[in-house]
């Protein structure tokens, strides 16, 4: 079974900046998809932050030139910067992966990390 453990959250000043890290483990053949998502309290769950196996990434219009996606292969990590930080951010954010595992397919989530940007 792969586990999402996430760190990096926490209380931070608009205009600030944090870096979220989300870790895999267990036996992962493939991992097709990596993502953030956020969500604040009353509000759906909505995409943030896409990175697909070829590296491509694409970005919710709200942080787009603010927050980069990234990761490291060699350590199972994917990364989220996020710079210039506004209080509509303040959500918790959660990981995402999509896993290939004996040749089935199956999505893996965060337990989520607390994100508070303040005026």
């Known amino acids: 079974q792969v586990q999402l453990v996430e760190s990096g959250g926490g209380l931070v000043q608009a205009g600030g900046s944090l870096r979220l890290s989300c870790a895999a483990s267990?036996?992962?053949?493939?991992?097709?998809?990596q993502a953030w998502y956020r969500q604040a309290p009353g509000k759906q769950r909505t995409l943030v932050a896409h990175i697909a196996s070829g590296g491509s990434t694409n970005y919710a219009d709200s942080v787009k030139g603010r927050f980069t996606i990234s990761r490291d292969n060699a350590k199972n990590t994917v990364y989220l910067q996020m710079n210039s930080l506004k209080p509509e951010d303040t959500a918790v954010y959660y990981c995402?992966?999509?896993?290939?595992?004996?040749?089935?397919?199956?999505?893996?989530w965060g337990q989520g990390t607390q994100v508070t940007v303040s005026s």
């Open positions: 995402y992966a999509r896993v290939v595992q004996r040749g089935l397919v199956y999505d893996y």
């Open positions: 267990g036996s992962i053949f493939q991992i097709n998809a």
